[in-house]
């Protein structure tokens, strides 16, 4: 079945740097995702991206989605403790087909 | 407004033995899923309900089955649990007919078989 390739799997930074992570497909979608989750608790969508090329913010995230439809990256600028989490990407066709995600990034800032 | 809550937050079962994992949704989404997670797997789709009378399997829905109750309620049945079973469960919701993606999760069931 499809899958996206998400890296790195892991990262531990220092508070108040900045942080990119990424997503590939061999497949090409209409939709890009990405979620938080926090220890403990259900993914939370941090943005979706419904244009090829589009460049989106939320805060200090900022994620794009790939020209070629298969691929999207996720920046978090300077980091705080509070970003620490599991970063997954998802991505989606048209019609009602379910979400495809990645394995997720996990997370650690260290004060 | 809960969103998507589910029942029970823990588990712990017996090999054999059967339970159902509940979920509600109180968005008016038309379309839910429920999701397993294992350390390193991300997350695996079971099964889901595009809209209230019709199921669909996802990637891995072998040793379970699925009810939509109506249009708030997807439950997740395991006839006899099975120690590869344990895992983290996450049910999921959204509209129906908008861009896909933003599906709105649960907060989990964590469920242990010995």
């Known amino acids: 079945g499809q899958q996206l390739n998400q890296s790195p799997q892991s990262m531990f930074i220092q508070e108040g740097e900045d942080v990119s992570m990424n997503c590939t497909s061999s497949?090409?979608?209409?939709?890009w995702l990405w979620y938080k989750q926090e220890p403990g608790e259900g993914p939370v969508l941090l943005i979706a991206l419904y244009k090829a090329g589009e460049l989106t913010s939320n805060g200090r995230l900022t994620a794009q989605f790939g020209i070629t439809r298969k691929d999207s990256f996720l920046n978090i600028s300077a980091s705080i403790p509070s970003d620490v989490g599991i970063y997954f990407c998802?991505?989606?066709?048209?019609?009602?087909?379910?979400?495809?995600f990645g394995k997720g990034t996990r997370l650690s800032v260290i004060a | 407004n809960a969103g998507v809550t589910q029942t029970p937050k823990f588990q712990v079962l017996k090999t054999g033995q059967s339970m159902t994992l509940q979920c509600a949704q109180d968005m008016n989404h038309n379309s839910m899923y429920w999701y397993r997670q294992d350390p390193g797997m991300g997350l695996r789709l079971i099964y889901y309900?595009?809209?209230?009378?019709?199921?669909d399997k996802g990637e891995v829905p072998n040793g379970y089955n699925v009810s939509r109750l109506n249009k708030r309620e997807f439950s997740l049945r395991l006839e006899s649990a099975a120690p590869s079973q344990t895992s983290v469960y996450f049910c999921?919701?959204?509209?129906?007919?908008?861009?896909?993606?933003?599906?709105?999760f649960g907060p989990g069931t964590r469920l242990t078989v010995t």
């Open positions: 309900s595009a809209s209230e009378g019709t199921t």
């Open positions: 999921a919701s959204k509209f129906l007919g908008t861009v896909n993606g933003e599906q709105y």
């Open positions: 497949s090409i979608f209409n939709t």
């Open positions: 998802a991505a989606a066709n048209s019609g009602n087909t379910p979400l495809v």
